[in-house]
């Protein structure tokens, strides 16, 4: 059996992310045949087209992970009804300098948790317009806008709730 590497992106940097905890949910109930890597973006310098001449290692570092990935994952919080900069700032970096796109081509797959009703609908609308302008296909369907709820999920990443574990497993599949 094949395996497909895949790259993942959590957008928040924050130490407790709740997208954190769902982004080791989704790699328990994801299918044997898929061997995932975090993309880190924490170290990243803010993107100008000044580097592009000359990128710094951090810069050449995510392109690398990025073209060595089968696919990609974003799993991200929404800030202020969009894209966490952090998050938009590894995407630029990812898609620079002009030419040399990473994310081209490159299957992708959007989701995130927020505390809010309506998930991260939001932002994953804006994901979608920004990854269709780098011509990277996406997984449009099944949507998932979850509203994180603690007890859902155990320290490690464990879903604990069956209809959420039933629905995550769906998406991973």
């Given at each position: 059996m094949a395996t497909y590497k895949i790259g993942y992106f959590v957008g928040s940097l924050a130490k407790a992310s709740i997208n954190r905890t769902l982004s080791q949910a989704l790699i328990k109930l994801a299918p044997d045949d898929l061997e995932f890597t975090e993309i880190p973006i924490g170290n990243l310098p803010l993107y100008s087209y000044d580097y592009d001449t000359d990128f710094p290692p951090e810069g050449k570092a995510l392109k690398e992970a990025i073209s060595a990935c089968d696919g990609i994952l974003f799993v991200s919080p929404e800030y202020n009804r969009s894209i966490p900069g952090a998050l938009k700032n590894a995407i630029d970096w990812g898609s620079r300098p002009?030419?040399?796109?990473?994310?081209?081509?490159?299957?992708?797959?959007?989701?995130?948790?927020?505390?809010?009703?309506?998930?991260?609908?939001?932002?994953?609308?804006?994901?979608?317009?920004?990854?269709?302008?780098?011509?990277?296909?996406?997984?449009?369907?099944?949507?998932?806008?979850?509203?994180?709820?603690?007890?859902?999920?155990?320290?490690?990443?464990?879903?604990?709730?069956e209809s959420t574990k039933a629905f995550l497993s769906h998406y991973m599949e």
């Amino acid at each position: 059996m094949a395996t497909y590497k895949i790259g993942y992106f959590v957008g928040s940097l924050a130490k407790a992310s709740i997208n954190r905890t769902l982004s080791q949910a989704l790699i328990k109930l994801a299918p044997d045949d898929l061997e995932f890597t975090e993309i880190p973006i924490g170290n990243l310098p803010l993107y100008s087209y000044d580097y592009d001449t000359d990128f710094p290692p951090e810069g050449k570092a995510l392109k690398e992970a990025i073209s060595a990935c089968d696919g990609i994952l974003f799993v991200s919080p929404e800030y202020n009804r969009s894209i966490p900069g952090a998050l938009k700032n590894a995407i630029d970096w990812g898609s620079r300098p002009w030419g040399t796109n990473s994310f081209a081509r490159k299957p992708t797959g959007i989701i995130g948790a927020s505390p809010g009703n309506i998930g991260t609908a939001v932002m994953q609308a804006s994901m979608r317009s920004v990854l269709s302008f780098l011509d990277a296909p996406q997984l449009n369907a099944p949507e998932v806008y979850l509203k994180y709820d603690a007890a859902a999920f155990g320290p490690d990443g464990e879903v604990t709730d069956e209809s959420t574990k039933a629905f995550l497993s769906h998406y991973m599949e």
